[in-house]
C-alpha cells in the first residue's frame, strides 16, 4: 500500500453520468489484485473532506483506470479533474476476488458495478478459467458501462435493463437464473462474482447459495480511512461487524448477514 | 539540530507528534502510507475488557470542515489486544511507543482492564466520555467526583503513565484538570470530540444510526487551542493535544497554548502525508525561531495585550 501521486492521463464522459479516470499510477498498478480498490484524495474538496473509494477498472503498463458515477459532492468535483493534474491516490487497499475459480465464472454487475469485474475477467482469463460471462444490469440503456470492452475480452455477455431499452426487460437475475439452470442442468460447476447495488447483491448471494455454487460479492460503502483503521464501513458477518475496506470489499456469500 | 524528543507524564517520547485514539486502528494499518520515524507514540483504538461491536451502521457522516462519527468503540477485547494486537505492532512497528486507550461501563472495569495490560504498552490513556451504567449513562468524566474515583482506581492499578482524556463541552475544565490531579494521573489528552448530530432532511432521520455522535476534524482545532490553554493556567500536568491539527501551524499553537506534545488524528484520514508534513513543518519553525528544542514551545506564549 502506497500513497501515490499520480498524474491524470485522461478523464472522459462516457455518457449517463458516467465517467473514466485514468492515472499513472505504476506502484498500485504492479501490486492491484481484481476486486481491491483505491482511496483517491479528491482535489478541489477542502482538505478536511475524507477521500473517496474506487473500485478499480482496469491496471495495465502503470495505467490505473477508475469508472464511476456522478453521485455525489465528491464525484461532483472530482469531475473537474483535468488531464496533467495531480491526485494523491492510497492503494491498493482490501481483498479482492479469489481466482481459483471452478467452472464457469458468472460475472454480475449492476451499474458502475461492473467496475471491478473488468481486471477480474481479464485476470480470470490470464488464468486460464472460465468461460468467463458477464451479466450486467441497469436502470437503461446508458446504465450499461464498458460492455464492449469485456467483449473484447472474449467475456460473453447477457444484458438487462429496468425499461427494456437493451437486453431483457427486467433486472440481471433473469439471465442469471436462466444461465444458473443450464449450468446445473448440465451439470456444470461454476462461480459466481458480484458488485452492484445490495439489492441486487443479496438476491444474487441468495442464488450461490441456494446452487450450493461459491459466490464472491465486493459490498459498497461509505469509508473514512480504507485500511481498516476507523471501523466505519461495517457489514454484518457470520464472525460479526466486519470492516469492508479491509476484511471485504469481496466477501464469500455465505459469510455475509443482511439486514 | 532541533532536539524533537519529549517526556510527558514519564512516557519519553522519540518525537512530539503521536496519532490520537480511534484514528490510526491498532497503529499498524497505515505502514506503506506514514513515515514512522516522525512519530513519538501511537494511541491504539480503546480497549475494554470484554469484546464490544460498537454501533449500527451508519456510523459517521461527513460535515464541513469535519466528521461526525459514532463507531462506538468496536473492538475486541483486552484478551486479543495482549495476545496477538500488541505483538503484531511491536513487530511492524518496533520503534514507536505504544499508548493503549482504555475505556470501561464501570469503576471497576477500567480498573481491571488498565491492570490486565501490565506494562504490555507503554502508557495507558483514559477515555472517560462513555456512558457510566451505574449512573444513568452519564459519563464518567461528567462529574469531578466520579471522575476522581475512576482516576484514582486506575492508578492503583498500573505503574504506567497514566494519560486522561478530557471532553472539551464542559463549562470550566478546572474542576476536572483537578479531579486528574488529585486522582494520580500523569498528563492530561485534551481534546476529545465535541458532542454533534447531522439530520438528512430528505428522509427528515438522523444521518447517525447512534444519532448523535462525537464531532472532529478542522473545525475543533480552536475550541483545543482554548481547552489546551485554560488547562495549562491550572495544573502543572504535561498535555497531550489533539484537535484539528492539519498542519504545523496548529500543531504550533497547541503548543505554545501550553501541550507538550501533540497528536494527529482525523486529518490522516484525508492525508497519512499530515504526520511527516507537521513533523516538518514544526522542525522548520524551531529552527528558524532559534528554538533548540521542541519542548521549548510549550507554553511559550506571549501575553502581549497584557
Keep these: ?259 | 539540530m532541533v532536539d524533537v524528543s519529549v517526556n510527558i507524564g514519564g512516557l519519553k517520547m522519540p518525537t512530539f507528534l503521536a496519532t490520537a485514539s480511534g484514528t490510526f486502528g491498532y497503529g499498524f494499518e497505515y505502514v506503506g502510507a506514514v513515515d514512522y520515524s516522525k512519530l513519538g507514540a501511537v494511541t491504539a483504538k480503546g480497549i475494554r475488557m470484554e469484546m464490544w461491536p460498537g454501533n449500527p451502521m451508519p456510523r459517521h457522516a461527513e460535515v464541513p470542515g469535519g466528521l461526525v462519527n459514532a463507531i462506538g468503540l468496536q473492538g475486541t477485547g483486552v484478551e486479543h489486544f495482549l495476545d496477538i494486537t500488541v505483538p503484531w505492532y511491536r513487530s511492524c512497528v518496533p520503534s514507536v511507543p505504544l499508548i493503549a486507550n482504555i475505556w470501561g461501563d464501570s469503576i471497576e472495569s477500567y480498573a481491571r482492564v488498565a491492570e490486565k495490560m501490565g506494562s504490555a504498552v507503554d502508557a495507558l490513556e483514559m477515555n472517560v466520555s462513555c456512558p457510566n451504567v451505574k449512573a444513568g449513562g452519564h459519563t464518567f468524566g461528567q462529574d469531578p467526583n466520579v471522575l476522581f474515583e475512576v482516576v484514582s482506581a486506575v492508578r492503583k492499578a498500573t505503574k504506567l503513565p497514566l494519560f486522561v482524556k478530557l471532553a472539551p463541552n464542559v463549562p470550566s475544565i478546572t474542576p476536572y484538570v483537578k479531579a486528574c490531579e488529585d486522582g494520580g494521573a500523569d498528563a492530561l489528552s485534551l481534546i476529545n470530540t465535541i458532542p454533534a448530530m447531522v439530520i438528512d432532511i430528505e428522509k427528515r432521520r438522523p444521518v447517525l444510526a447512534n444519532i448523535s455522535g462525537g464531532l472532529s476534524g478542522r473545525c475543533v482545532h480552536p475550541v483545543a487551542v482554548k481547552m489546551v490553554y485554560e488547562a495549562k493556567k491550572v495544573t502543572c500536568l504535561p498535555i497531550l493535544a489533539m484537535g484539528g491539527v492539519y498542519d504545523a501551524k496548529d500543531a504550533i499553537e497547541l503548543m505554545l497554548a501550553g501541550a507538550t506534545a501533540v497528536a494527529v488524528g482525523t486529518s490522516i484520514f484525508t492525508d497519512p502525508g499530515v504526520i511527516s508534513s507537521v513533523y516538518d513543518g514544526v522542525v522548520d519553525y524551531c529552527e528558524r525561531h532559534g528554538f533548540a528544542a521542541v519542548r521549548d514551545l510549550t507554553g511559550a506564549l506571549e501575553n502581549s495585550f497584557i
Design chain 1, 1 to 259: 500500500m502506497t500513497d501515490e501521486k499520480c498524474r491524470v492521463l485522461e478523464h472522459v464522459d462516457v455518457g449517463g453520468g458516467y465517467r473514466r479516470l485514468v492515472l499513472n499510477a505504476p506502484n498500485i498498478v504492479s501490486n492491484v489484485e481484481a476486486g481491491q480498490f483505491v482511496h483517491v484524495r479528491v482535489p478541489g474538496l477542502d482538505e478536511s473532506s475524507l477521500r473517496r473509494p474506487f473500485s478499480v477498472f482496469n491496471a495495465q503498463d502503470d495505467r490505473l483506470f477508475l469508472l464511476y458515477k456522478e453521485v455525489g459532492r465528491g464525484t461532483r468535483v472530482l469531475g473537474l479533474v483535468k488531464e496533467g493534474d495531480e491526485v494523491m491516490v492510497l492503494g491498493p487497499l482490501g481483498h479482492g476476488f479469489p481466482l481459483e475459480c471452478k467452472g464457469a465464472a458468472l460475472l454480475v454487475g449492476g451499474g458502475y458495478g461492473v467496475a471491478p469485474l473488468y481486471l477480474l475477467a481479464r485476470s480470470l482469463l490470464a488464468r486460464n478459467v472460465g468461460p468467463v460471462k458477464l451479466f450486467a444490469g441497469g436502470r437503461s440503456q446508458a446504465d450499461l458501462l464498458a460492455i464492449d470492452a469485456f467483449r473484447e475480452l472474449g467475456v460473453e455477455v447477457f444484458l438487462a435493463t429496468n425499461d427494456g431499452s437493451v437486453g431483457e426487460k427486467g433486472l440481471v437475475t433473469l439471465p442469471l437464473d436462466a444461465e444458473i439452470a443450464k449450468l446445473k442442468g448440465a451439470s456444470q460447476d461454476f462461480e459466481i462474482f458480484a458488485c452492484g447495488p445490495d439489492p441486487m447483491l443479496k438476491a444474487v448471494a441468495e442464488r450461490a447459495l441456494s446452487a450450493n455454487a461459491k459466490g464472491w460479492i465486493s459490498m459498497d460503502r461509505h469509508m473514512i480511512c480504507g485500511v481498516g483503521a476507523c471501523y466505519a464501513c461495517i457489514q454484518k458477518t457470520v464472525r460479526g461487524n466486519s470492516r469492508c475496506c479491509i476484511e471485504g470489499p469481496v466477501f464469500a456469500a455465505g459469510d455475509l448477514v443482511w439486514e
